[in-house]
């Protein structure tokens, strides 16, 4: 069975930091990763998604996230966040059949 | 353009009541799912369903059942709703491994 683990529960960063959640998986087969953001009373909303290729996936609102197959990572970054990037961050895998949610990151941006 | 639809956004009922939570996909996908969601506890997985009539439990299945007569169509069942079933219930739809996910917008459920 697939596992998505999210190490970090909830981080808080100033404005301006840099940010990097962890998100680890366990799969061995083909591997489809998704990083989503929910925003205090809103849905999810898809950040950023890999499937293959280039390693390295740009999403939007100036989010990143780098797969490293040999590591079963696909970290999510952003250079500089601001206070609108509050939010609470899930990474998932997907595969045929299955869709499994890390436990998620709670980001809170002090201004 | 909404893909994913859950027609109950807010919900109050009670205690032993059955409660029917439906959603709806227009992308004419295979595979659709409910999630509940709560505090502390991220999304858990209640039931799947990969094909019409297909189901499979997931990790918490538990006071649920599910319906999948259409392909479209993916409905949540509570037959005797408990207290510990307040929650928020979230649809997902999925074509398959290279393909978007897509979540409805979350079903509030308070049992009282």
């Known amino acids: 069975a697939q596992s998505v683990s999210q190490h970090n529960h909830h981080v808080i960063l100033s404005e301006a930091a840099s940010l990097e959640l962890g998100c680890n998986y366990s799969?061995?087969?083909?591997?489809?990763l998704f990083w989503y953001v929910q925003y205090p009373g809103q849905h999810l909303q898809l950040l950023l998604k890999?499937?293959?290729?280039?390693?390295l996936v740009k999403g939007i609102k100036g989010f990143e996230a780098e797969f490293i197959k040999s590591k079963f990572s696909f970290n999510l970054r952003k250079p500089s966040v601001q206070w609108s990037d509050t939010a609470e961050y899930f990474c998932?895998?997907?595969?045929?059949?299955?869709?499994?949610f890390g436990s998620g990151t709670q980001l809170t941006v002090l201004p | 353009d909404v893909k994913v639809t859950q027609s109950s956004r807010y919900l109050v009922k009670r205690t032993g009541e059955k409660v029917f939570l439906e959603c709806v996909q227009d992308?004419?996908?295979?595979?659709m799912f409910w999630y509940r969601q709560d505090p502390g506890l991220g999304l858990r997985l209640i039931y799947f369903?990969?094909?019409?009539?297909?189901?499979e439990k997931g990790d918490i299945p538990e006071g649920y059942s599910v319906s999948r007569e259409k392909k479209e169509r993916f409905s949540l069942i509570l037959e005797s709703a408990s207290t510990n079933q307040t929650s928020m219930y979230l649809c997902?739809?999925?074509?398959?491994?290279?393909?978007?996910?897509?979540f409805g917008e979350g079903s509030w459920l308070t049992v009282v």
């Open positions: 799969y061995g087969g083909t591997v489809n």
């Open positions: 890999y499937f293959s290729g280039d390693p």
């Open positions: 997902a739809s999925f074509r398959g491994s290279g393909n978007t996910i897509y």
């Open positions: 998932l895998s997907g595969s045929a059949r299955q869709l499994t």
């Open positions: 369903s990969y094909d019409v009539k297909m189901k």
């Open positions: 992308m004419d996908h295979e595979n």
